[in-house]
C-alpha cells in the first residue's frame, strides 16, 4: 500500500525539457517509476527519454492517464503550473522549485485543500515508495530498500543521510516523503503522521525536523493523542543561535519559539526516541523493529 506513491503511480513532468527535469525523468525511469508525460509550453511533440511531452496538463492527462505531477518549473511561474495541475484533475503534486512566494504557496496549498488533492513541497526532494518501484523528485535512488520504516522530513540532505544509514543497517523504507523547508508546505508532519498511522506496511515512523516554527510541537501533540507506532525523531539546528537563518527559510528561531529544545522536549514528553545525531537515527529504529 505504502503512502502517497504505489504502483498505480504515473508520473506527468512540469517543466520536463529543463535541465533538471530532463535529468530526473532518467533518474526516476532508472528507478522504476511510471513517468508518461511531461509538459512544457511551446515543446508539444518533443520526447525527453522517449517519454512524450504535451502542450497542457490537461491534454496529457487525457492521453496518458497521469495521476501525479512533479512540478521543476521555475518560482515565478510555479503557483501557475500547480493550479494547472489541480484543474487537470492530477490528485497529487510534488513541488521541487525552491523560493516559491509565501503567498503564491498559500492560494495553491488552499486551492489543493478545496480539490481534495495532496500537494508535497515546494522546495522539497520528492518522495519514493522503494517496494513499489516509485520516486516522484530528486531524492537518489541507490540510497532506498524495501522495508517498513515511514520518513517524512523538513530536510532534503538530512533524508538522505538518515535513509543511506538505515539501509546499510539493514532497515529498509515503506514511504520517504521529504516535506520542504519553507514556512508554508503543503503536507505537514501531522499529514504524514495520520498517513503513516493508517498504512500497513508501516511498522515504525521516522520525523526529521529542524529549528523553527511550530510543527515539530504539533507531531508530538497528534503522537502522543493518536499515533500506535514507534516513533523517532532527530531536530537539526540544536547550536543555531537565535535570529540566524540556518539554511531553510522555515528555520529561523526567534523570540525564543521554535528552538530545538522546545521540540524535543515534546517529542520525548510524547514518547518520541530524540537521536542526538542523523546516524544514531538507524541505532534506535533498529532496536524496535
Known amino acids: ?45 518533443q520526447s525527453v527519454h522517449s517519454v512524450p511531452v504535451f502542450e497542457s496538463c490537461a491534454e496529457a492527462v487525457a492521453k496518458t492517464g497521469a495521476n501525479t505531477s512533479l512540478v521543476f518549473v521555475p518560482a515565478a ?6 493550479f494547472e495541475a489541480l484543474d ?7 513541488v521541487i522549485t525552491e523560493h516559491v512566494p509565501v503567498h503564491d504557496c498559500m492560494e495553491f496549498v488552499h486551492y489543493a485543500r478545496y480539490k481534495g488533492a ?13 517496494a513499489h518501484k516509485a520516486k516522484v523528485g530528486i531524492l537518489p535512488g541507490h540510497i532506498f530498500k524495501p522495508g517498513s520504516v515511514g520518513i517524512a522530513s523538513r530536510s532534503g540532505t538530512l533524508t538522505y543521510e ?21 514556512p508554508v508546505v503543503g503536507t505537514t508532519f501531522v499529514d504524514a503522521l495520520r498517513m503513516f498511522n493508517a498504512d500497513p506496511e508501516t511498522e515504525a515512523i521516522v520525523l526529521v525536523g529542524e529549528i523553527g ?22 531536530i537539526a539546528g540544536r547550536t543555531a543561535p537565535e535570529g540566524k537563518r540556518m539554511g531553510h527559510a522555515g528555520a529561523i528561531v526567534s523570540r525564543g519559539m521554535g528552538t530545538a529544545q522546545s521540540k524535543m522536549d515534546a517529542f520525548k514528553k510524547a514518547g518520541v526516541e530524540v537521536a542526538r545525531f542523523p546516524t544514531d537515527v538507524a541505532v534506535l529504529v533498529k532496536r524496535a523493529v
Open 1 to 45: 500500500m505504502a503512502i502517497v506513491l504505489d504502483g498505480n503511480t504515473k508520473v506527468l513532468v512540469q517543466g520536463a525539457t529543463g535541465h533538471q527535469g530532463t535529468f530526473h525523468i532518467g533518474a526516476m525511469l532508472q528507478f522504476g517509476t511510471k513517468v508518461v508525460a511531461g509538459v512544457t509550453p511551446g515543446k508539444s511533440g
Open 77 to 82: 511561474f510555479t503557483k501557475d503550473a500547480v
Open 88 to 94: 487537470a484533475g492530477l490528485k497529487t503534486v510534488i
Open 118 to 130: 495532496t500537494v508535497i513541497g515546494p522546495n522539497c526532494p520528492g518522495a519514493a515508495s522503494p
Open 162 to 182: 538518515i535513509v543511506s544509514a538505515l539501509t546499510e543497517a539493514g532497515v529498509g523504507q515503506s514511504t520517504c516523503i521529504g516535506l520542504g523547508g519553507d
Open 213 to 234: 516554527g511550530t510543527a515539530e510541537e504539533e507531531a508530538a501533540r497528534f503522537v502522543e493523542e493518536h499515533v500506535k507506532k514507534p516513533v523517532f525523531a532527530y
